[in-house]
């Protein structure tokens, strides 16, 4: 029996984003009125004039739900953490795709990484998307991604290599 220990490395996932985001902010309600304090309810009071003892979850579901930046703030975070595999700048990436499309189609890529997003940039399709790639501890070089999509809800599979 094998002791894998798997090592997240980055996720785009809007959803689970916001979800997060909706949980730090029932911890956290001096932060959600300070953010969201212009924001106007379905009663039409404004979000900065509640009382903290006011804010209920559901205010900040609605709030948080309704906010157009938050998709960005989940892109900016996502091409943080790819920027782990900036350290392979120069070397060369080969991508193996599985059960991608409607086709469930396999196939292969391979391109120099400049920066860590490459990686993402080689295999994204133009739709929403979530996306997670992670590293398992057995396998050195190694990188594992799973993306989802409209043609592929049920999930595309890639193993990924990093060799100079």
Same mark, same amino acid.
């Given at each position: 029996?094998?002791?894998?220990?798997?090592?997240?490395?980055?996720?785009?996932?809007?959803?689970?984003?916001?979800?997060?985001?909706?949980?730090?902010?029932?911890?956290?309600?001096?932060?959600?009125?300070?953010?969201?304090?212009?924001?106007?309810?379905?009663?039409?009071?404004?979000?900065? =004039?509640?009382?903290?003892?006011?804010?209920?979850?559901?205010?900040?579901?609605?709030?948080?739900?309704?906010?157009?930046?938050?998709?960005?703030?989940?892109?900016?975070?996502?091409?943080?953490?790819?920027?782990?595999?900036?350290?392979?700048?120069?070397?060369?990436?080969?991508?193996?795709?599985?059960?991608?499309?409607?086709?469930?189609?396999?196939?292969?890529?391979?391109?120099?990484?400049?920066?860590?997003?490459?990686?993402?940039?080689?295999?994204?399709?133009? =739709?929403?998307?979530?996306?997670?790639?992670?590293?398992?501890?057995?396998?050195?070089?190694?990188?594992?991604?799973?993306? =989802?999509?409209?043609?592929?809800?049920?999930?595309?599979?890639?193993?990924?290599?990093?060799?100079?």
């Amino acid at each position: 029996m094998s002791n894998v220990i798997t090592t997240r490395i980055a996720e785009y996932d809007v959803q689970e984003f916001i979800e997060f985001e909706i949980k730090n902010y029932l911890n956290n309600i001096p932060e959600f009125l300070e953010r969201y304090e212009h924001y106007i309810l379905e009663d039409l009071r404004q979000v900065g =004039s509640l009382k903290p003892s006011e804010v209920t979850e559901s205010i900040i579901e609605d709030a948080v739900w309704q906010d157009e930046n938050l998709g960005g703030d989940a892109y900016e975070q996502f091409e943080y953490d790819m920027s782990y595999f900036d350290k392979y700048a120069g070397q060369t990436m080969y991508i193996k795709g599985e059960n991608m499309g409607w086709q469930n189609r396999t196939a292969y890529k391979e391109g120099v990484i400049e920066d860590g997003m490459d990686i993402f940039e080689a295999i994204q399709v133009n =739709s929403d998307l979530t996306f997670r790639i992670w590293k398992e501890s057995d396998i050195e070089g190694v990188y594992f991604a799973s993306m =989802s999509h409209h043609d592929s809800p049920t999930g595309e599979s890639y193993e990924i290599q990093i060799k100079q």
